[in-house]
């Protein structure tokens, strides 16, 4: 129960803050990750005597270099792992998209039959509902409701061709493999909405930034701005690692989210076809 609200708690917070345009949100974690270690700090000299940590200085300053050492390498791990999830997110979309179009054009130059333009009809209100429903939703961690029947009746409009010659058979099944193609990178594109890193890592993290901002603080500077310009610095930095982090790990939302492109331009040649077939009745 505790791992589900943490869980919650930790997407809804990532969730909203990026809704910020990416610049705001980069300021504003370095902003804050300045303040609050300089803040710390300031409270921690005025009620901490110096005087007590002066003579274990040297033994400080080691601990503090191995965890800050070790808080660096768990920050890169973190980092790299959810940047090779990133990239293999976009590998994947990015072959959905052509397979996506490629099943367009198999469709468009079919043979103009009945079924064919029921099955083109089937293929575009997919179409649709991945732009409109399906992406918009992964958006905010949920899953569409029409896409997967819509995407049923796309396999059910195909499975009722009925080729008449060899050239169509072969066609045919050229959009069966494209189909399934786009089947397969569209399962991965939808089980890529739970890479995100688990709420479990995310209390290391958190934790690890605490421990390593009042490390430095035990750390005797006899010039307070000094110490204060030090740690403030050190937060900002922490910020910004966890703006990568929290950016790379939702690759669908915010203003640097994935975008439905291909399916975006086949809506685009399928309305431009449309106005070009209108144009030429009225020139008719």
Avoid at 109 to 115: A, K, L, R, S
Avoid at 134 to 149: A, D, G, H, I
Avoid at 263 to 271: A, C, D, G, S, V
């Amino acid at each position: 129960m505790l791992k589900l609200i943490t869980q919650i708690l930790i997407m809804a917070i990532s969730y909203y803050l990026l809704q910020i345009p990416s610049v705001f949100l980069f300021i504003f974690l370095i902003l804050f990750g300045a303040v609050f270690a300089g803040l710390g700090t300031f409270i921690f000299r005025r009620y901490v005597k110096l005087k007590i940590l002066r003579s274990h200085n040297e033994v400080t300053g080691f601990l503090f270099l191995a965890i800050a050492s070790f808080y660096a390498l768990l920050l890169s791990f973190v980092v790299l792992v959810v940047w090779e999830q990133l990239n293999e997110t976009h590998s994947n979309v990015s072959k959905e998209g052509s397979s996506a179009l490629a099943l367009y054009h198999d469709i468009k130059f079919y043979p103009d039959t009945i079924d064919s333009k029921k099955l083109m009809a089937a293929y575009i209100d997919f179409v649709y509902n991945v732009i409109d429903e399906e992406l918009p939703n992964m958006q905010v961690m949920q899953l569409s409701r029409k896409t997967p029947e819509s995407f049923s009746k796309v396999f059910y409009e195909m499975e009722h061709l009925n080729p008449k010659s060899q050239f169509q058979i072969q066609l045919v099944t050229e959009m069966f493999n494209h189909l399934n193609e786009l089947s397969t990178y569209r399962g991965l594109r939808i089980a890529s909405i739970d890479t995100e890193i688990p709420s479990t890592m995310w209390l290391p993290i958190m934790f690890g930034a605490f421990i390593t901002l009042l490390c430095a603080m035990f750390l005797d500077i006899e010039h307070t701005r000094i110490h204060l310009l030090i740690n403030s610095m050190l937060g900002a930095v922490i910020g910004m690692f966890l703006f990568i982090l929290i950016v790379l790990d939702h690759p669908y939302t915010g203003s640097h989210g994935i975008k439905p492109k291909s399916y975006k331009e086949i809506f685009t040649l399928e309305r431009w076809d449309s106005e070009n077939n209108l144009t030429s009745k009225l020139i008719k």
